[in-house]
């Protein structure tokens, strides 16, 4: 038995490939048929329409769906808003979380890092579910943002911030200021960690050879500090983006009613029972991050990872 | 060295705006945490009035008589322990077949795995959910563990993945030099080493399980898991106060598995040096 183990052990120890196989093919299997099966099936329908009058799926290869998709003003709305909410978070976020990567990268013992780097990992990973509720307590009218501006007799600033046309609403909660708050708020963490990554790999000589050949320090950020960030900023967008695109609840919970991407998703696949239709929409974020990605290649943004 | 020291002295002195841009970064980041804790005592139960107007502690106890609510926690347990188990054996596999080989085709199948969490949650649910419809399966508490072991996968993947390329090849050689075969390399060599990374993998994936709202719910019939409890009392809010003590749950329960991957991440990262 001990000898047959043996003899076994030192087959595969010669054939790699034997082992490397063995291994891989549970998961393969898992995620080929399970996974990527599923995926292109639900994809594929977006080749398929829906029929005007019974309401079925006509299985047939056409590109109705997707012309009916880019040619209904509603529908290049829905495109156009969710795009735009997501650079606009994409940009926020960014605008917040610099201070805090350089802070972390520049400025700080090891054991504040360590502190800090907990700091910004807890909110990631702890419930996405709680921390958009906590919003939900934050916007409400009798809330703490509303109480704040009372307090500080402000409450016309707020007013003239709500009446704003097209980013103002009834109240904070039915806003895309809300909605622009509550994405910034859950994906900054995805913005400030590949930041700091980048930033750390600045090498303090280089700042010091700056200063040394005159600049002040405003210079040295601008010329030196930001461009070495930005792979690290075309990173952390990588996840902004991506995740304010495909994003459904928090539109759901906070938000008006008007709708977005995920949401177009969920109520053809549901009540509307328009699966191509939900297809098409879903192409939408895969399409554009796909060019996303790559052009963020393409400027080292996978190198800041 | 008057010049230097006082040239590192700027350098390391942070102006008085990026101070204050990072720590109200910071503020931006855990201020929400502490309201959820705040809300859970208040004696308010229409509004989400603040500052509070009283507190108590009787939401708590309102809570701990629930009978759905800890049915929707241990239907959450149940699902989470099952998938975190499915994606450390799958994860650890994939991870144990790619990190040293390269093949045609190695970076398609290291984006597919990275894919179910890389795509939006709802292009997954609804994938998912169609071909359960399309082969006939009824949805139960196992089509759930289908969805949640698929995108578990990649952080238990990522875990061991990082911690094989820093794991020197030549242990594994070195051991079957001395004699040892397939079983005890692994056993004595390879898990000890890897032990923490997987352990690290799976609390994360355990946290991420536990939480996820979106694939659960396409891939859910009947059953209420308790982030679809806290999903649908979000969206029409009925019992307030409540929703409140769930979410301080929800928060700690995933807290412990993160607080204590990082630690194991943390601990034994120190001692690779030695190793090597």
């Known amino acids: 038995m001990n000898n047959l183990l043996d003899s076994f052990s030192n087959f595969s120890y ?36 829906l029929d005007g009058f019974t309401g079925q799926i006509v299985y047939e290869f056409s590109f109705k769906t997707l012309i009916e998709l880019f040619s209904s003003p509603a529908n290049i709305d829905i495109l156009i808003r969710t795009v735009a909410l997501a650079a606009c978070v994409t940009i926020g976020s960014a605008i917040i979380g610099f201070p805090i990567a350089y802070y972390m990268a520049k400025f700080t013992s090891p054991k504040v890092k360590i502190f800090l780097f907990i700091a910004i990992m807890l909110p990631l990973w702890s419930s996405y579910l709680v921390r958009v509720y906590s919003w939900k307590l934050i916007l409400a009218k009798e809330g703490i943002i509303n109480w704040f501006f009372e307090k500080l007799n402000l409450e016309w600033l707020l007013d003239t911030i709500l009446s ?26 995805f913005m400030i960690l590949p930041i700091q990554a980048s930033l750390e790999r600045v090498p303090n000589s280089l700042i010091n050879a700056s200063h040394d050949l005159g600049a002040n320090k405003r210079q040295t950020f601008y010329k030196i500090i930001l461009p070495l960030a930005l792979p690290g900023i075309i990173a952390g967008s990588i996840f902004t983006f991506s995740l304010t695109l495909g994003d459904y609840i928090i539109p759901y919970i906070i938000g008006t009613s008007k709708f977005f991407i995920g949401q177009a998703v969920y109520t053809h696949q549901g009540t509307a029972g328009n699966i191509p239709l939900a297809a098409a929409f879903s192409l939408v974020p895969i399409v554009v991050m796909v060019v996303y990605i790559y052009i963020a290649k393409r400027m080292g943004a996978f190198n800041a990872l | 060295m008057l010049f230097r020291k006082g040239s590192i002295n700027k350098l390391n002195q942070a102006g008085l705006g990026l101070r204050f841009g990072a720590i109200a970064g910071l503020l931006f980041l855990h201020i929400p945490l502490l309201l ?18 009283g507190y108590t502690l009787k939401w708590f106890e309102i809570v701990l008589n629930r009978q759905d609510i800890w049915n929707a926690v241990s239907l959450s347990m149940q699902i989470a322990i099952i998938s975190t188990f499915l994606a450390i054996i799958l994860g650890t596999l994939a991870a144990g077949a790619l990190y040293k080989t390269s093949f045609f085709g190695k970076s398609s199948i290291t984006i597919l795995i990275i894919l179910p969490i890389a795509l939006p949650g709802i292009i997954t649910g609804i994938s998912l959910r169609s071909t359960f419809g399309v082969l006939g399966i009824p949805f139960s508490t196992w089509t759930i563990i289908i969805g ?10 990522n875990n061991v993945v990082a911690r094989l390329r820093r794991t020197s090849p030549n242990l594994i050689q070195a051991s079957m030099d001395l004699g040892a075969n397939n079983l005890q390399t692994f056993f004595y060599v390879i898990l000890p080493n890897m032990g923490t990374a997987i352990l690290a993998g799976g609390m994360l994936a355990f946290a991420l399980s536990f939480d996820e709202v979106i694939v659960t719910t396409f891939t859910a019939g009947q059953q209420t898991t308790l982030p679809i409890w806290m999903f649908s009392e979000l969206i029409r809010p009925r019992q307030r106060p409540i929703t409140n003590v769930v979410a301080i749950f929800i928060m700690f329960i995933t807290f412990i598995p993160i607080v204590f991957a ?3 991440a943390s601990k034994t990262s120190g001692s690779e040096g030695s190793i090597k």
Request: aromatic residues 22%; hydrophobic residues 50%.
């Open chain 2, 148 to 157: 949640h072991a698929t995108f578990c996968m990649v952080v238990v993947y």
């Open chain 2, 36 to 53: 959820i804790i705040l809300y859970a005592f208040t004696t308010e139960d229409k509004t989400y009035q603040f500052p509070p107007p």
């Open chain 2, 262 to 264: 990082s630690y194991m």
């Open chain 1, 164 to 189: 704003t046309p097209v980013i103002g609403g009834p109240s904070l909660s039915i806003s895309y200021i809300g909605m622009f708050l509550v994405f910034t708020y859950i994906w900054l963490p």
């Open chain 1, 14 to 49: 010669r054939n790699k490939n034997f082992i490397f196989l063995s291994f891989l093919i549970l998961p393969l299997l898992w995620l080929g048929i399970v996974y990527l099966g599923s995926l292109l099936i639900f994809l594929g329908h977006s080749f398929f329409h």
